[in-house]
């Protein structure tokens, strides 16, 4: 049945649930009839409605109001799904929401298909003999649960690869990081690997929280933007509004960019650097900063820790040196640090062209001391904000969905594993023995980080006496993440064939179930939609969002937790797994799981948080600022915007939440804060704490180290905690402390729990200690190899990473001269990740059908290629994908780029996808994968892999 009504969505909601819709704004406004061009100014993708166009729906069927967030980038947009009969009929873009605002994007307004797209898998399946095979849920659990046993009794328990997912609830991503440590390995990963982990090692090291400082709304307070690595214009098109809202009240942009992209377009200054050249390009900008004495003194006096060693570091980075490496002209680089100096505040913005390097955790560390000279840090307008790529992949971080981290970012030594436990409730020895108890390579696997995701396959492929765990891979889950996300995507194919068994749970088969060659050992479980669950989601700023369940799973898929808890309980670990968490319906209830990780994550100040309270601001999403985040009346009267973390105290303290770190001229109980004191009381005899520093009202007015139970012995307040409090506290510090006590008399003296220090320019824990420019393995530049080498080959955790191996195979065997194109990689506004929900999508699928390279004029006439044409381009370790080109002068003559999003063939020839319920899930849009061509290369802090800079050549096909 066709529908045709025309009635609001808010007029069928109740009153206070549902704010402003579309029709309500475009009334108010005028714009129905002509009073201002908002149309033009909005677009017509953002203001068009989402609806049914063909669902058997009674006509008079009620309509039900869903508060749910967008699935796709971490914006965290809020949208009103519309109900009927059970069946998600229609959405808009909320008006009063305080991130969004009503403002949607293409694949916003094609949310809706993603829960009942026919290329779904449909129930679960096994391939067999050459053949897929339906299987009950009994079956299918107690098949790969049986194998998993058998693994461990053989291989011990690292055999087993949890790689979990970015879409994620928080609760689910808690929950599956329990189920790996139950399960008794470190072998968990999910995407933030591959997208910001080296933001979270550089970040975390240089002022103590490796997360965005300030918030997407507080961009419009800044009057300088510099964006170097992202292009939000396409990858996050609604915080670009606020970016052009910036810049309507008077902000300068810069774009640091190979490319001319679409946030380019917009900049006053656009720097063209060669890729994988930010860090000379960001001591260019310094040069000129020092140079003209353009520095903030007092706030590097006060408040930053190694600065000398970055001026030796500057002076070698001269105007002259930096055009020649970066291939940015000195005027360009003048100007853009002139505009960083002369507009105040400013806020530096990157995305996954700074992250995706060898050099990554470099080059988030020089982007923060960059803004550490400038004085950019604590206050609106500054900060960094970094833009994270999937709707919950800052929350599944925070879970410690990681190799290298349990929950709350505290890593793997004893003593983390120790606090978990207690939080837990279970005997730390009991935790332990779930581990293999042997040393391997000198390592013990409970407290060595894993295997990450970047490199499951290595831990397939590799020689086994070369990897610090018992034995190789066998099993593997792929929940949630496909593997076309990953470079020498040849590696990933040999090892999918060499895994005994290979699980993969999701909506839709992914490349991880296609890619292979194999006949045998494939299972496919059908995931639910992130829209046919609840749970909390947090945006790139930190903020909690509670998405509403919008339908019940279709066809005969299950929610995350579900599934999670029938395997665990075949194994043999669901009563330790879920002891002390509500299990209703053999699923882990939200709010109870939430409440235990809030007890425990005291290191970034989960404790606030309670389902009631993050629920209370969803559900009142219009009594908050667009401008400011905070609500000035109803109940959240006060508070921020999803109570952004740290969010200290218990929640009946009603503390607002922290929108923007280290912010000293806010009370803590208010909001604010100073630089972390997480490294220590002094380095080489010098005082790594503030000096003369501190957030208003302490009651100590200078710097101070973390607190602890010995601290407030020395203080004299010890006799403030109750002698409950005592019992618990005693011997911990105020992030292993499950009473609170040490928190709560830190926060009665307005004083930061975490201390109060300076931030750092020198990580000596790092194998650099200040950020260093490095030459990409793959380097089209020879002549910058010998001054700028890379690393030595070392062990990083349990897997051999070379460096200097690859670049002096790239010399020897001359592949920069039989590769000369420089070849990167990015997003497109059309697609998503690996992109096999929305090229799955009809919708999203229409509007962008080929995979392409962009190639400038210049080269494509060197090699007879004409706009359209198609071509083989052929990256520097043989892999080869059959593209179209696109000929623009975006792109620089030498350099090359390619979107990320496309799978589905490999070398020219379509992957066989399965049918489910006698539907083909091939999706509607394939192509080959960029990361066919791309190549080896490893941060040494994070393993995060090189995208963003390789070689490679290309002919006409």
């Not at 109570?643 to 218990?650: A, E, M, T």
């Amino acid at each position: 049945m066709k529908l045709t009504r025309k009635s609001d969505v808010a007029a069928k909601a109740e009153a206070k649930p549902l704010g402003m819709s579309r029709r309500q704004f475009m009334k108010t406004a005028g714009i129905a009839t002509g009073g201002i061009a908002a149309a033009s100014m909005l677009g017509t993708g953002m203001i068009r409605r989402a609806e049914a166009k063909t669902v058997s729906v009674p006509h008079n069927a009620p309509i039900e109001i869903k508060r749910t967030v967008c699935s796709a980038c971490a914006v965290g947009c809020g949208l009103y799904a519309e109900v009927q009969n059970g069946v998600w009929t229609g959405h808009e873009p909320a008006f009063d929401h305080p991130f969004n605002a009503g403002g949607h994007c293409a694949k916003g307004a094609a949310l809706r298909y993603h829960t009942h797209s026919d290329k779904r898998v449909k129930y679960p399946m096994k391939l067999e003999g050459g053949k897929w095979k339906k299987l009950s849920w009994e079956q299918a659990v107690s098949e790969i649960g049986d194998k998993m046993l058998k693994i461990r009794e053989e291989s011990g328990s690292d055999s087993v690869y949890f790689m979990g997912s970015a879409k994620f609830s928080n609760e689910a991503a808690y929950m599956y990081r329990k189920l790996a440590a139950m399960w008794g390995t470190n072998n968990v990963d999910h995407s933030a690997r591959i997208c910001h982990s080296t933001t979270v090692a550089g970040v975390a090291n240089t002022w103590g929280y490796g997360a965005q400082t300030n918030s997407f709304n507080d961009i419009r307070n800044a009057k300088n933007i510099f964006l170097i690595g992202a292009n939000p214009a396409e990858a996050h098109p609604v915080a670009m509004q606020h970016i052009l809202t910036a810049k309507e009240r008077g902000a300068t942009i810069t774009v640091a960019d190979p490319r001319f992209s679409r946030t380019a377009a917009h900049a006053h200054v656009h720097l063209p650097l060669r890729p994988g050249t930010d860090i000379p390009l960001v001591y260019g900008l310094m040069w000129h900063i020092f140079e003209n004495g353009w520095e903030d003194k007092e706030f590097i006096r006060q408040r930053v820790f190694g600065i000398e060693k970055i001026r030796e570091e500057v002076k070698r980075w001269t105007p002259d040196e930096v055009e020649n490496v970066t291939g940015v002209s000195k005027e360009a680089v003048y100007k853009a640090a002139k505009h960083m100096a002369e507009h105040k505040p400013g806020t530096v913005i990157w995305c996954m062209g700074g992250t995706q390097h060898t050099v990554g955790n470099a080059n988030t560390r020089i982007y923060s001391i960059l803004q550490l000279i400038l004085g950019n840090m604590g206050i609106q307008g500054g900060g960094t904000n970094i833009f994270r790529g999937h709707d919950n992949v800052q929350g599944a971080t925070d879970m410690g969905l990681l190799f290298d981290n349990l929950p709350g970012y505290y890593g793997v030594t004893t003593g983390a594993w120790q606090h978990w436990s207690r939080v837990w409730d279970l005997p730390f020895d009991q935790v332990k023995a779930r581990f293999d108890a042997k040393q391997y390579l000198g390592r013990d696997p409970m407290t060595t980080p894993g295997i990450p995701c970047s490199r499951w396959h290595d831990g397939v492929l590799e020689d086994k006496a070369k990897l610090a765990q018992k034995d190789n891979l066998r099993l593997a889950f792929f929940w949630g993440q496909s593997v076309n996300t990953e470079t020498r995507q040849m590696e990933v194919r040999d090892a999918l064939d060499k895994l005994e068994t290979v699980v993969v749970v999701d909506p839709y088969p992914t490349i991880a179930g296609v890619l292979h060659r194999r006949t045998d050992g494939v299972y496919l479980l059908p995931a639910a939609t992130v829209f046919e669950g609840e749970g909390s989601v947090n945006n790139s700023g930190r903020s909690a969002q509670w998405r509403q369940q919008v339908v019940e799973p279709m066809f005969d898929s299950k929610r995350d937790m579900e599934i999670m808890y029938l395997l665990a309980k075949h194994v043999g670990i669901a009563d330790v797994w879920t002891k002390n968490i509500e299990v209703k319906n053999n699923r882990p209830v939200p709010e109870s799981v939430m409440r235990e990780y809030a007890r425990g994550m005291r290191s970034i100040g989960y404790t606030g948080w309670s389902p009631e309270r993050i629920k209370a601001h969803t559900m009142n999403w219009g009594d908050f600022s667009n401008e400011t985040l905070e609500a000035a009346g109803g109940v959240n009267k006060g508070e921020t915007y999803g109570l952004p973390w740290p969010c200290w105290g218990l929640p009946e303290q009603k503390h607002p939440g922290t929108q923007i770190l280290y912010r000293t001229g806010m009370n803590v109980n208010q909001g604010g804060g100073n630089f972390r004191a997480r490294f220590g009381v002094e380095y080489q005899g010098e005082s790594l704490l503030a000096d003369g520093s501190f957030s208003k009202d302490a009651d100590i007015q200078d710097g101070y180290p973390e607190f602890s139970a010995d601290m407030l012995k020395q203080l004299g307040w010890w006799d403030e905690l109750t002698e409950d409090e005592k019992k618990l506290a005693e011997g911990r510090t105020w992030s292993t402390d499950l009473g609170g006590g040490i928190v709560r008399v830190a926060l009665a003296h307005n004083m930061v729990p975490y201390g109060n220090a300076k931030a750092r320019c020198r990580v000596w824990t790092f194998p650099d200690e200040i950020p260093t420019h490095r030459e990409p393995l793959y380097t089209a530049r020879r002549d910058l190899i010998a001054k700028y080498p890379t690393h030595d080959d070392m062990q990083v955790h349990r897997l051999p990473t070379l460096f200097k191996t690859i670049q002096d195979k790239v010399v020897a065997d001359n592949l920069d001269k039989k590769y000369p194109l420089i070849m990167t990689s990015g997003r497109l506004v059309e697609y998503e990740g690996g992109g096999e929900e929305s090229r799955s999508n009809p919708w999203l699928a229409e509007l962008q059908q080929e995979m392409f390279v962009e190639i400038n004029p210049a080269d494509a006439a060197d090699r007879g290629i004409r706009n359209g044409d198609t071509v083989w381009l052929e990256g520097a370790e043989g892999g080869r994908i059959r593209i179209k080109a696109m000929v623009t002068p975006r792109v620089n003559p030498g350099v090359t780029f390619m979107p990320y999003h496309f799978a589905g063939v490999m070398h020219g020839e379509d992957l066989q996808y399965p049918e489910s319920g006698g539907i083909s899930t091939k999706p509607y849009v394939v192509g080959e994968s960029a990361n066919t061509a791309l190549t080896y290369g490893y941060d040494p802090v994070t393993q995060m892999q090189e995208t963003k800079v390789s070689l490679c050549q290309i002919a006409k096909a």
